[in-house]
């Protein structure tokens, strides 16, 4: 009886499963993408323009509140994906990848200083560079906000960017 619950049980291990989530994305008044995996998350005011976004192995579908079955967009011959050129999809990954990278290297300049500040609070016990490291500690939070946030707005563009069936060289 062991022998056959353990078979079963690597039996099921070795199924692979197929990763599904459903995450919710709504605009807000200034332009910013949210998502949040709970309903509840989305302000009162963005619930009903809120879309359901299926996520799993294949593409990205999004389903209408009022939908019962998932609809993929297909582009129209002639048509640009999402309404805008190659041109402007390029630009706007690069813009945003640069901004990130940007943040990135800022955020890594300023743990440079925090060790070298906390180095400094260990030696000398001095009140200002308690605040010193306070205000960089600050500072690092602040970045990785921006950082949050940036990734964020990568993820919403990727993810417009597969609903309308932009190439992928064009998001490059």
Same mark, same amino acid.
């Given at each position: ?19 599904? #989530? ?7 008044? /200034? ?6 995996? /709970? ?45 805008? /050129?190659?041109? &402007? &999809? ?71 960017? #597969? ?10």
């Amino acid at each position: 009886m062991k022998t056959i619950l353990l078979s079963l049980s690597l039996l099921s291990l070795l199924i692979p499963s197929v990763g599904r #989530a459903a995450f919710y994305q709504w605009t807000d008044a /200034n332009g910013v993408v949210h998502f949040t995996d /709970n309903r509840s998350n989305i302000p009162r005011q963005y619930r009903d323009k809120a879309q359901r976004v299926e996520v799993s192995d294949s593409a990205p579908v999004t389903v209408s509140p009022g939908a019962t079955t998932p609809s993929h967009k297909a582009p129209a011959a002639g048509v640009e994906p999402g309404g805008h /050129n190659e041109g &402007w &999809w390029r630009d706007r990954y690069k813009s945003l990848r640069t901004e990130l990278k940007t943040l990135q290297d800022q955020r890594a300049a300023l743990d440079q200083q925090l060790v070298e500040l906390r180095r400094k609070r260990t030696i000398f016990q001095r009140a200002r560079d308690r605040v010193a490291i306070n205000t960089m500690e600050a500072q690092v939070s602040t970045i990785d906000a921006k950082i949050s946030d940036m990734l964020n707005r990568i993820a919403a563009l990727d993810l417009a960017a #597969a609903q309308a069936a932009v190439p992928l060289e064009w998001r490059q």
